[in-house]
């Protein structure tokens, strides 16, 4: 068991964000969306909260931004939730190697994608989620205002209405698995809960709040409530590390060593199991769509703390 009184969480938490500070303007802000693609490049955050609730945070740690494909963490756990092992049958568990909107893998697999972090396999949990669920946005803004004791979580109409709209692969993809008979509810119902999980908007305190359970054995330390068994949040995070940050999981377990899910607005949640969960934030991407400095973050900080699953 890791001793994190030992650190100087504080100080390392400057130290990296004086080290990002020195690069800002690396990467590329996601630009498939108006939205996302005038996010200054000058902006970083960091969180992190231990097992115990204490929080730490650095920089624009309370400035909300789109969480994107962040939210493919919450959904799982939902569909796991409500279905449990039987998604399995729907949703494979490899990491994919190609890109997160990638298609090619769907058709020799039959409509069964690789894993549920990539689009098509998110697209698959969604209708998992409106199978089961009554009101299935409203579960959603639920369960995520439960995890992040945030009341004020919610979707961006403007971020939501021109995924739609320049959602054209994603649209392809999910009739395409329609096609295969795995996706079983209306395609643009499907669409638009996707859409509203992509468009959330959060900050780094509410993110890493959002996803403790996943450091503390399923139970959420927020609610305090049991959201998922042990054995659950463990395979949770087995996805993240191997699929997480797409056809970058290998770098990311390489230099970082933590399970991650990263979105394309910059945001990146990562969890110590049993230690504490985090989040950084920096809109300049990678060739990958994960967050250059964010993931620069993740890497030193598992550096200066030895902090890694392996
Ligand atoms: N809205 C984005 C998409 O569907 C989310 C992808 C991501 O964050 N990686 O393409």
Redesign the pocket.
């Known amino acids: 068991q890791f001793d994190i009184t030992e650190l100087d969480l504080p100080d390392i938490l400057g130290t990296i964000h004086e080290e990002v500070r020195a690069r800002f303007g690396e990467g590329k802000v996601a630009n498939?969306i108006d939205a996302l693609a005038h996010v200054p490049l000058d902006q970083f955050g960091m969180a992190l909260v231990t097992r115990e609730g204490h929080v730490f945070e650095v920089g624009d740690s309370r400035e909300a931004f789109s969480i994107?494909?962040i939210s493919k963490v919450h959904t799982l756990t939902m569909a796991l939730d409500a279905v449990g092992d039987a998604l399995w049958e729907r949703v494979d568990r490899e990491p994919s190697g190609d890109p997160?909107?990638s298609l090619i893998q769907l058709e020799y697999e039959k409509g069964i994608p690789r894993n549920p972090f990539i689009?098509a396999g998110a697209l698959v949990v969604a209708d998992v989620i409106l199978s089961n669920y009554d009101k299935p946005e409203e579960a959603l803004l639920k369960f995520m205002r439960a995890r992040s004791g945030s009341e004020d979580v919610g979707g961006d109409e403007v971020v939501a209405k021109s995924?739609r709209e320049s959602?054209y692969?994603?649209i392809a993809t999910a009739n395409f698995i329609r096609s295969y008979g795995n996706i079983k509810n209306d395609v643009d119902a499907v669409l638009d809960l996707?859409?509203l999980q992509?468009s959330l908007r959060m900050n780094c305190v509410e993110l890493a709040r959002s996803v403790s359970y996943l450091a503390g054995k399923g139970r959420c330390n927020v609610s305090g409530e049991q959201v998922v068994s042990w054995q659950l949040a463990t395979r949770i995070n087995s996805l993240m590390m191997t699929a997480g940050t797409?056809d970058a999981a290998g770098d990311f377990a390489f230099y970082v060593g933590l399970p991650a899910k990263?979105?394309?607005?910059g945001g990146i949640v990562a969890v110590v199991p049993h230690v504490m969960s985090l989040c950084v934030w920096y809109p300049g991407l990678d060739d990958q769509?994960n967050s250059i400095l964010g993931r620069f973050a993740l890497h030193r900080f598992a550096q200066m703390t030895g902090l890694s699953v392996f």
């Open positions: 498939y994107q494909s997160f909107n689009n995924e959602g692969r994603n996707y859409f992509c797409y990263s979105g394309v607005g769509g």
